[in-house]
């Protein structure tokens, strides 16, 4: 049973079944994958802590190898560290949306809305406020 754990461990750090049956002691790749398919009925999906801890893991490997990569001027290595430091960014959350709440009061908006209106030599408050509305409908020709 361990040998089994120990062999679905290393396939979701993503070693292939031939380098799993030397690791835990099976003759052969495709013996390592019928031991854990036997034991649990089929392969186990990873929980969704092992998956992120797992590309974390594989991104922090792939990143001083890709600023290694550009330091040296290799071809496409900028865009290969790129993609590493977005997709790491993205993994961890950083690209998330802030949410910000304002409140303020009306009086507040009015003022705010004159004050950017006049540093854009545009409308005023009463403008701003008094367009004329036109009802329209478009038309497919």
């Not at 679905?8 to 994958?33: H, K």
């Not at 802030?98 to 507040?108: D, G, K, L, P, T």
Request: charged share 25%; proline share 5%; hydrophobic share 45%.
């Amino acid at each position: 049973m361990q040998r089994v754990a120990d062999a679905w461990a290393l396939r979701v750090r993503g070693s292939t079944w031939d380098e799993i049956a030397a690791a835990v002691g099976y003759a052969n790749g495709p013996n390592a994958l019928r031991a854990v398919r036997n034991y649990v009925g089929r392969l186990p999906e990873p929980s969704m802590p092992e998956l992120r801890s797992l590309w974390r893991e594989r991104l922090e490997f792939l990143w001083p190898v890709a600023v290694r990569d550009a330091e040296s001027g290799k071809p496409g290595a900028m865009r290969a560290a790129v993609a590493v430091a977005q997709r790491a960014a993205q993994l961890d959350g950083l690209d998330q949306p802030q949410r910000v709440e304002v409140n303020a009061s009306a009086a507040e908006i009015a003022q705010l809305v004159n004050l950017l209106s006049r540093s854009q030599g545009g409308a005023t408050e009463a403008d701003v406020f008094e367009l004329d509305v036109i009802d329209a409908e478009v038309i497919d020709g």
